[in-house]
DNA sequence: CCAGTGAGTTAGCTTATGTTAGCGTCGGGA
DNA sequence: TCCCGACGCTAACATAAGCTAACTCACTGG
């Protein structure tokens, strides 16, 4: 009944739009990003995309989904990628892990997914663009990659539009009127964010959001 | 290490709009619920409020929010609602269970919240209330209280519309042209499907996708 | 018996966002 | 060097969904 993470830990590379894991196979093992980002997605048969989960550099990819037996999503390189693949060993359907952080990582995976879904449904367009980059430049920061309110942002705007659920235009248009306003700054793939705070004014967060 | 589900199971009663957890509580329990509904739930500033998870009889409430220490979405009754409550003993973060398929109905949720997701990102009105009637139908046939093609709904327009994203206007509106379409009846918080394979059709499903 | 409340319904109008199309720039590959 | 495809950007127009408001129909409680 007691699981462990093996020890395996092969390096391993991707480029964009390379599959990391693809949909319907049983998920034997986790990367570990160490540089470069992915997403998880889902493609509508008409060719709309929903994008269900970033990861970037330190990110586990993905814990939430490792406890199921088949995944319907894949999981896709965004930019060129290095990573370890760690291997599991997965008894039952329990997952242990008694080395890392793995609980804590799930917990924010939950709740990302829980703010990516109030974003989705109830926010408006400028709101989801404040919340999302916001969101990425923290994760950035926490990850030593920020550097002052500064952070790399490798995501084309159609990537930033399917995990908004906007549309590339409307993104490109938002963002515009954000920029003119001076609340942030989005050029050449590097974000810079003026004022901390008034971005999150306009992320319409709630006083217990994190973030 | 090992943790256990520990044998304390109180039977509790709620009426509509009671709590059965609080935002920022340390969840020590989780709830089976007997009869009734519940969601999970969050409130921005303004009232605006979006659903973010559905509780019929039958599902435990909630597996994915007892990975994290504290959360910050309330659970509040719909319904009358009778249930079990099952204290846990969590230690470090980590949750074990021998008993019951915990694990299967983790995986559920995250599988289920991965489409409401794609839903609210990328899918119309229409496709939105297939997908979670749909939903509802089959949890709601797999837990027994179906009858053919007919089940119980007890949710409000209203309630409908924080959960998919929509306005209760436009819930109705559409909800009125699905009738109209003879793809679905609902009167009187009961759901009548007589052709699953349309409203499979309408609600924008992949190949893959359960329900 | 009536007043009050919550829910469903409908209409008219408004608006945020989608759609389509076109332009310029950049960088990589032949 | 020259394509060619991604990408960012913009404008004009189209539409799905939001907003407001009113009316009805149960229910419930006093």
Same mark, same amino acid.
């Given at each position: 009944?007691?699981?462990?993470?093996?020890?395996?830990?092969?390096? %391993?590379?991707?480029?964009?739009?390379?599959?990391?894991?693809?949909?319907?196979?049983?998920?034997?093992?986790?990367?570990?990003?160490?540089?470069?980002?992915?997403?998880?997605?889902?493609?509508?048969? /008409?060719?709309?995309?929903?994008?269900?989960?970033?990861?970037?550099?330190?990110?586990?990819? /993905?814990?939430?989904?490792?406890?199921?037996?088949?995944?319907?999503?894949? %999981?896709?390189?965004?930019?060129?990628?290095?990573?370890?693949?760690?291997?599991?060993?997965?008894?039952?359907?329990?997952?242990?892990?008694?080395?890392?952080?793995?609980?804590?990582?799930?917990?924010?995976?939950?709740?990302?997914?829980?703010?990516?879904?109030?974003? =989705?449904?109830?926010?408006?367009?400028?709101?989801?663009?404040?919340?999302?980059?916001?969101?990425?430049?923290?994760?950035?920061?926490?990850?030593? =990659?920020?550097?002052?309110?500064?952070?790399?942002?490798?995501?084309?705007?159609?990537?930033?539009?399917?995990?908004?659920?906007?549309?590339?235009?409307?993104?490109?248009?938002?963002?515009?009127?954000?920029?003119?306003?001076?609340?942030?700054?989005?050029?050449?793939?590097?974000?810079?964010?003026?004022?901390?705070?008034?971005?999150?004014?306009?992320?319409?967060?709630?006083?217990? /959001?994190?973030?």
């Amino acid at each position: 009944m007691l699981n462990q993470i093996a020890a395996s830990e092969d390096l %391993v590379f991707f480029r964009p739009h390379q599959f990391l894991t693809r949909e319907n196979e049983r998920p034997d093992a986790l990367f570990d990003i160490v540089e470069g980002w992915a997403c998880r997605h889902r493609l509508l048969s /008409d060719g709309r995309r929903q994008i269900t989960a970033l990861y970037l550099p330190g990110d586990l990819c /993905d814990p939430l989904w490792s406890l199921t037996s088949t995944c319907n999503e894949p %999981v896709v390189a965004l930019t060129n990628i290095r990573a370890t693949r760690r291997t599991l060993n997965v008894a039952d359907g329990y997952i242990l892990d008694r080395q890392k952080g793995f609980s804590t990582r799930l917990a924010e995976s939950v709740e990302r997914q829980s703010n990516w879904l109030v974003s =989705l449904g109830r926010k408006t367009a400028v709101e989801r663009l404040a919340h999302l980059l916001l969101e990425l430049f923290e994760r950035m920061r926490r990850a030593g =990659l920020a550097y002052g309110q500064q952070c790399a942002l490798p995501l084309t705007q159609m990537d930033i539009a399917d995990a908004t659920g906007l549309t590339a235009v409307h993104v490109n248009r938002t963002l515009q009127s954000m920029r003119s306003k001076g609340v942030l700054e989005l050029h050449s793939k590097w974000l810079r964010i003026p004022d901390l705070g008034a971005l999150r004014d306009l992320a319409a967060l709630g006083p217990n /959001d994190a973030v």
